[in-house]
């Protein structure tokens, strides 16, 4: 059984890199290695099961977070993890995290712009990693946008009474996924040059 599904994730990589033009060689080590597997993997998912996420996997998506790089390592990140219902019902109250009513946890990216100048530039590096720590343990997730809308900010530091230096750069919504989300294969060849432009 195990074979058949490693089997199947081959095929599935070899087909996605086809389509796109890619060597076998580079298919290859894509559907061997789990980090590569796990990035062309992620998709937005926003739909969920009824299935709590558990706390200390919340908190290991957090801990992938804390290990992205930051610029002069000054970290200007802090996390707040949801789970509780009301709270993620009040973050629906906004058309951009609907999805959030219905979702089991939540996770949100918050920078202290006074620490760094950077600040937005590294909470996005430890969002893209909760994103695919989330992918790598089977939950599925989405970025919302909270920063650079005021009304969003607005909206997430009142229900989190967050601090005034403190900007929450997004809400990642996150549940066991419910529907059959595929990742979008966005390799365009077009976009890159070598050498020179
Ligand atoms: C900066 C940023 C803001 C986003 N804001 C939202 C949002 O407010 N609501 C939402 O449903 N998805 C949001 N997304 C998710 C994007 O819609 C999604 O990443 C994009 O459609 C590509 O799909 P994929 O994530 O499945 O590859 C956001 C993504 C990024 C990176």
């Keep these: 059984m195990k ?3 490693i089997l199947l994730a081959s095929l599935s990589a070899c087909l996605m890199f086809s ?3 890619q060597s076998e060689a580079a298919a290859a080590s894509a559907a061997e290695n789990a980090t590569l597997k ?3 993997a992620r998709k937005s998912v926003r ?5 709590p996420v558990e706390k200390q996997t919340l908190e290991l998506l957090v801990r992938a977070g804390m290990a992205a790089p930051s610029g002069k390592n000054v970290q200007p990140w802090s996390f707040v993890i949801v789970t509780d219902e009301a709270v993620l019902k009040k973050f629906g109250q906004s058309g951009n995290s609907s999805m959030a009513k219905d979702a089991k ?3 949100v990216v918050c920078g202290n712009p006074s620490a760094s100048e950077l600040w937005m530039l590294d909470c996005s590096a430890a969002a893209q990693n909760i994103l695919l720590a989330a992918e790598s343990v089977g939950l599925g997730a989405v970025w919302t946008a909270g920063y650079p809308y005021p009304e969003r900010i607005k909206l997430i530091s009142e229900i989190l009474g967050l601090p005034k230096e403190t900007v929450p750069l997004n809400i990642i919504v996150i549940g066991y996924p419910a529907g059959n989300d595929q990742p979008k294969n966005k390799w365009d060849p077009a976009k890159v ?3 020179k432009w």
């Design 19 to 21: 389509a796109c033009g």
């Design 38 to 40: 796990t990035i062309f």
């Design 105 to 107: 946890a939540a996770i």
């Design 3 to 5: 074979k058949i599904l």
């Design 193 to 195: 040059h070598y050498d």
């Design 47 to 51: 739909k969920y099961t009824p299935r």
